[in-house]
Structure formats: structure tokens, C-alpha cells
């Protein structure tokens, strides 16, 4: 299969799937950072046969400390959410979201890492949903439980690459930041206590992988941005953003280009809250 369609689901593909009634879980995953909630946008309209998938609490595991803004769920809790929503062993799996392709990216990382292989991000979200004029339905949906099983409790030691700081400090990899281009030159930080960037990362937003539309990059696209930064996609290379919420982004778009990109899942939050580790500002590679 190509490795796109390995990552990726088009409109048109899965209006086809719920036209035909063919077996798919839908995750309606809407995050952002100025709106990590979006359960009532969910209930006012959303995917049919679509369950709300919330970021912030099943997603993410807040009760880790030292790991960042978004420490990564164990498997174990993964498992429990997944067949809430109604995950089957085997069965296909697409997950969508309203920004950027966030909310789904961090779905399909961990849903893979986990060793949940049929996994798809909807390709440009609710916003090429409804530009297809596909229908939507309003409240909640209560699934069949799934019997999906997670092979593995650490997803940082899962089946998909990670980095830890310790890594990304060795200049071994080469370092993607999908943080917006003013927060890695260290001019602004609405999140995070300190300003700047690890230093020897590339900046790299995750908005640039995608088209004005929110879907990925077409190979060829993709292929020149990265070579307009002089990325080796053939080499190591490690993607980070605030949380390890963007920087998944990054990930799918390489991933869909067929190039294995390991995730630094703590990301600038975890590197930032230790004052002994160096901090890069300005533009370019620090």
C-alpha cells in the first residue's frame, strides 16, 4: 500500500464507507490551544456515527509530572478509552478534527504507537467534510463496545520512535520545531515560561505541510519543502512543538511521504522547565 494511504483517508473515501454502512470507528477529536474543549462544537454537529475523543483527558495524562504539558497516556488507559469508543481489533479507524489537523494527528500517533495499525487521519478535517457538502449529525453517540487490545503500557517505548531530552541534546538528530516561526526565534511564549528553541532544531511549523485547504502536502510539495531547509528526510529526524501535540503533525506528514520521524513527546514544556539546559533564539539553526 502507499505509504499515504497507509496514514491518510480522503472525504470522498470515507463518505463512501458510511454510505455503504462498511464497519469504521470515527473520532471526533477537536483541540486547540485556545480551545482544548470541543465537545459542545461536537454536539452541535459532527461525523455520522462519530464519538467525541477529548485530548486533554484521554489522550493525554496529566497526572505524569516532568513530561511536558501533555504526557502521553499509558496504554493500559488507552485501551479503556478505545474500547469506549467502540474500537475493534482490526477494524478501521479514522480520526478528524476543526484545526490544523492537531487533534487527529495526536490520535493516530498514539493509536499506532500502541500497535493499533489501521488508523487514518481524515485528509483536511471537518472543513473538507463540509466543503463537500457531506452531512452532518448533532448529539452524542454511544458505540458498541470495542475489544481492541494494546500491545504496549509505555507508548514512549511503543511501536512508533520517540526521543527523550537526553537525545535531543546529542546533535545525533536532526530537530524539526512545528511551533509557529515567532516562538521558536524565542520573540514570544504564550504557554511556556521560557522563550526559545532547542538548540540545532530547524524550524519547521506544522501549518507548512499543509495546503491552504488543511490537507497534507501532496510527495512532490512536501519533498520541496523540506529540501528548501535542507532536511535529509533519509536521515534521523526528530519533530517537537510546545506539548507533542503539533509536532505529530510533522510525524503524518512524513510518514505519509514514507520517512520514519521519531517524536520528542514532552517537547519545548519539558525541555524548557529545566533551567540547566541550553535555550537557542533567532531565526534559523541555533
Do not use: K
Not at 31 to 45: F, I, K, M, Q, T
Not at 157 to 185: I, K, Y
Not at 220 to 235: K, M
Not at 244 to 267: D, N, R
Amino acid at each position: 500500500m502507499n505509504p499515504r494511504n497507509q496514514v491518510l483517508i480522503s472525504v470522498a473515501e470515507l463518505a463512501n464507507l458510511i454510505r455503504t454502512q462498511e464497519p469504521v470507528t470515527i473520532l471526533d477529536v477537536r483541540w486547540r490551544l485556545d480551545r482544548s474543549d470541543g465537545h459542545s462544537a461536537y454536539l452541535r454537529g459532527h461525523l455520522p456515527g462519530a464519538v467525541y475523543v477529548s485530548l486533554e483527558d484521554e489522550l493525554s495524562d496529566h497526572t505524569v509530572a516532568g513530561r511536558g504539558r501533555h504526557p502521553l497516556p499509558s496504554g493500559r488507559s488507552l485501551q479503556v478509552a478505545a474500547r469506549r469508543w467502540g474500537i475493534r481489533q482490526d477494524g478501521l479507524v479514522v480520526a478528524y478534527d476543526d484545526w490544523e489537523r492537531a487533534g487527529s494527528a495526536r490520535a493516530w500517533w498514539l493509536l499506532t504507537a500502541a500497535g493499533i495499525e489501521n488508523v487514518r487521519i481524515l485528509d483536511g478535517g471537518l472543513t473538507a467534510w463540509q466543503s463537500a457538502q457531506q452531512p452532518l449529525e448533532t448529539g452524542a453517540v454511544v458505540p458498541r463496545s470495542g475489544d481492541v487490545a494494546v500491545r504496549h503500557d509505555d507508548l514512549s517505548a511503543g511501536r512508533r520512535s520517540t526521543l527523550t531530552a537526553q537525545q535531543c541534546g546529542t546533535g545525533n538528530v536532526t530537530l524539526l520545531d512545528a511551533r509557529a516561526p515567532e516562538r521558536f526565534r524565542g520573540e514570544v511564549e504564550p504557554v511556556d515560561p521560557v522563550a526559545g528553541h532547542i538548540p540545532g532544531a530547524i524550524s519547521l511549523p506544522s501549518a507548512t505541510v499543509l495546503a491552504c485547504d488543511g490537507t497534507f502536502l501532496d510527495d512532490d510539495a512536501l519533498a520541496q519543502v523540506l529540501s528548501g531547509r535542507s532536511i535529509d528526510r533519509d536521515g534521523a529526524v526528530g519533530a517537537y512543538c510546545g506539548s507533542g501535540i503539533t509536532a505529530a503533525v510533522i510525524v503524518a506528514a512524513l510518514a505519509a511521504l514514507g520517512c520514519q520521524a521519531a517524536l520528542y513527546p514532552g517537547s519545548w514544556s519539558e525541555w524548557s522547565s529545566d533551567p540547566t539546559r541550553p535555550v537557542g533564539r533567532g531565526a534559523g539553526v541555533s
